[in-house]
């Protein structure tokens, strides 16, 4: 699904997104094998709120999608409750909501937290794209930013994300 909001194709993605959360989050059961349908959830919620940011949807629009994006860090914190494995998920997504209400230490915290954390396990998409975050908001004269972009960059690329390899060289 997050491909699909990548490349444009977006008709009733967000819908579909919508009512997966919302069942996730009545479920009473965490299972280990729904990792990927979280973390796929929340990436589309977070690329939404991004996008609608950057675009300056209706203050009714951004609240659904503020809405969902609470939603979905809710299900991944019930979920790396019991599975540390979602933990640099969490810890981006955190970050990414903090970036988005204009508290950037704490974003960078998080996403530090969960480079940390993905380097460890390994999961190399979480640390490349926690790496991301953080190049792509740090000023364009902080010396870290290149740093991190870089290191994202190579995550992606050895790990076969050549669309994240090509938005870490934007």
């Not at 974003?107 to 937290?113: D, L, S, T």
Request: glycine share 6%; no cysteine.
């Amino acid at each position: 699904m997050a491909g699909m909001w990548l490349s444009g194709q977006r008709e009733g993605v967000f819908d579909s997104v919508k009512a997966a959360l919302d069942k996730f989050a009545k479920a009473s059961v965490v299972d280990f094998s729904t990792y990927l349908i979280h973390s796929h959830l929340a990436e589309v919620i977070f690329l939404a709120l991004e996008e609608g940011q950057k675009n300056h949807l209706s203050k009714v629009e951004l609240t659904e999608i503020e809405k969902n994006a609470r939603l979905a860090i809710k299900n991944l914190k019930k979920y790396a409750g019991v599975f540390s494995i979602g933990g640099p998920a969490l810890d981006r997504y955190k970050g990414q909501w903090e970036w988005h209400h204009n508290r950037p230490e704490q974003a960078h915290q998080f996403w530090r937290a969960a480079t940390e954390k993905a380097h460890t396990f390994p999961i190399t998409y979480e640390e490349g794209r926690a790496e991301l975050l953080l190049g792509k908001n740090l000023s364009v004269d902080d010396p870290e930013r290149a740093i991190h972009l870089q290191k994202a960059r190579e995550i992606f690329e050895v790990s076969g994300y050549e669309n994240w390899a090509a938005i870490a060289d934007e």
